[in-house]
């Protein structure tokens, strides 16, 4: 296994870009872009490579993998799908999947002070 195998990897289709984006939240900031999702994902690949590389040659402690097995369950079972889209949703925003989740659940509910 690769140590860049540790980490998601997130292509996607951007309307208000009108191009593909590639993105590994919790490694790397901002991303890949262009017109072909294979050819995003592949460019993609290689920059995480890169950014690993570089953490290395600096010395510096890689960050915490984000690409692991979802349990489907945070003390309320949510069912797989839904428990990986909340996480890669706070992956994005860079917020605990925790915290993430009890904004939303505040938000909804508007309990906004609590």
Request: charged residues 25%; hydrophobic residues 35%.
């Amino acid at each position: 296994m690769k140590e860049s195998d540790r980490y998601l990897k997130i292509v996607q289709w951007s309307e208000e870009d009108a191009c593909y984006i590639g993105t590994c939240p919790g490694l790397m900031l901002g991303g890949v872009h262009g017109d072909n999702e294979i050819d995003v994902y592949v460019e993609l690949c290689e920059a995480i490579e890169e950014c690993i590389q570089i953490y290395q040659e600096d010395g510096d402690t890689l960050p915490e993998a984000t690409a692991k097995p979802y349990s489907g369950q945070f003390n309320l079972k949510v069912g797989c799908e839904l428990h990986k889209a909340l996480s890669i949703a706070a992956l994005q925003v860079n917020e605990s999947l925790e915290h993430f989740c009890i904004d939303k659940l505040k938000q909804h509910t508007h309990l906004h002070n609590m």
